[in-house]
């Protein structure tokens, strides 16, 4: 038992994992936005997974607080990023990546429906696996200007948070460890995230 002991007491104290956690997550989830590699809502439901087993107050308010505003400001600058490609005539590296990651017939897709729909389609967008950055693209190219981009992309960050939020919370209020709750969000994450997937190539397998 004197692993067990030994390792409890390695465990920091609440204030210094609020101290170190929040500005980790705002830091991972901000270049998350801007470079779409990194598995941000995963790190939120592991973020409010640790905030339920908190005793300090307003814990899972500061996660949302810290998750909607780091994606709303990547978000932001991304677009920045890719406004400025868009009217350089040499383009620019973040124009090519957010391009590189919005297949042609995604992009038509987030066309039709931006044509549609306007700035209802961002708050979907965010929501999707792999939407955001067609439905992001497709506003670049119907020269949105930061505003009206900003209108839309505001309340899609903040339905981002909360559902992948939900998820930790759950995942937290069904393990008595936390670990076990992250890692069951983060399971549950990553099948979301992949569902999409999956269901586009089964649809295109069963259509040849």
């Given amino acids: 038992m ?5 390792a409890s007491t390695s465990i920091p104290p609440e204030p210094t994992q609020q101290a170190l956690g929040y500005p980790s997550l705002f830091l ?18 592991s973020a409010a997974v640790v905030a339920v087993h908190q005793t300090a107050p307003f814990s899972l308010a500061l996660v949302f607080v810290t998750a909607s505003l780091a994606a709303f400001l990547g978000d932001m ?19 090519e990546a957010i391009r ?4 042609e017939d995604r992009l038509e ?9 306007g700035v209802a ?5 965010r929501l999707l696996p792999a939407g955001r950055i067609p439905v992001m693209l497709a506003c670049l190219l119907a020269k949105w200007p930061m ?13 981002w948070a909360v559902t992948y939020q939900l998820i930790g919370i759950l995942g937290g209020a069904l393990f008595k460890e936390p670990w076990e709750g992250v890692a069951a969000a983060v399971a549950l994450t990553v099948l979301v995230s992949a569902a999409p997937s999956v269901w586009r190539r089964v649809r295109g397998s069963a259509a040849q």
Avoid: D
């Fill in 2 to 6: 004197t692993w067990l002991g030994a």
């Fill in 28 to 45: 991972l989830v901000l270049i998350g936005a801007l470079v779409p590699v990194v598995p941000t809502g995963a790190l939120v439901s």
């Fill in 77 to 95: 600058t991304l677009y920045w990023l890719g406004r400025r490609g868009m009217g350089s005539k040499n383009g620019s590296r973040w124009l």
């Fill in 100 to 103: 590189s990651r919005a297949p």
């Fill in 109 to 117: 897709q987030a066309q039709e429906k931006l044509a549609e729909h």
């Fill in 121 to 125: 389609v961002l708050v979907l967008s």
């Fill in 147 to 159: 505003r009206r981009f900003a209108r839309g992309n505001l309340p899609a960050c903040l339905a």
